[in-house]
C-alpha cells in the first residue's frame, strides 16, 4: 500500500531554515515522482517543487526557485521505502502554511503542478514562520 508521511514542520522565524521529510512506502521511485505541495485556508494548494529519480529531474515553482531544494535520500532508500527532502531557506510569513507530499505516476510528470491529478497524499505537516 502506498502510504507518504509528512515530518520536520514547526515555528521558525522569518529569514530561517527549516527541513521538512517525505517517508514514503509501499511503491518505488521508478514509476512515481514526489511533489511537495502546500497550502493555506481559503486557497488552493499550490505545488512548490517536484522530483523524478527515474531520471534525476527536478522542478521548482518560480515562488520558491533558489530558496528551497528538493532531494531525495538515496543512502536510506530500499527498493520500496523512499525519503525525500524539502530545505527551506530564507522562509517569509507568506511560507506559513500546511506542506504536503504526494505521489504522481511518472507518465504524468509534465503536469506536476496540478493537485488533481494525484491520487496519494500524506497528511500534511505545519510550517508557520513568524518571529
Known amino acids: 500500500q502506498l502510504q507518504l508521511v509528512e515530518s520536520g514542520g514547526g515555528l521558525v522565524q522569518p529569514g530561517g531554515s527549516l527541513r521538512l521529510s517525505c517517508a514514503a512506502s509501499g511503491f518505488t521511485l521508478d514509476y512515481y515522482v514526489i511533489t511537495w505541495f502546500r497550502q493555506v485556508p481559503g486557497k488552493e494548494r499550490e505545488g512548490l517543487s517536484c522530483?523524478?529519480?527515474?531520471?534525476?529531474?527536478?522542478?521548482?515553482?518560480?515562488?520558491v526557485k533558489g530558496r528551497f531544494t528538493i532531494s531525495r535520500d538515496t543512502a536510506k532508500d530500499t527498493v520500496y521505502e523512499h525519503t525525500v527532502y524539502l530545505q527551506m531557506h530564507s522562509l517569509k510569513a507568506d511560507d506559513s502554511a500546511v506542506y504536503y507530499c504526494a505521489a504522481l505516476p511518472l507518465g504524468r510528470r509534465t503536469h506536476w503542478g496540478i493537485p488533481a491529478l494525484y491520487d496519494y497524499w500524506g497528511q500534511g505537516t505545519q510550517v508557520t514562520v513568524s518571529s
Open positions: 522530483i523524478s529519480s527515474s531520471d534525476g529531474r527536478t522542478y521548482y515553482a518560480d515562488s
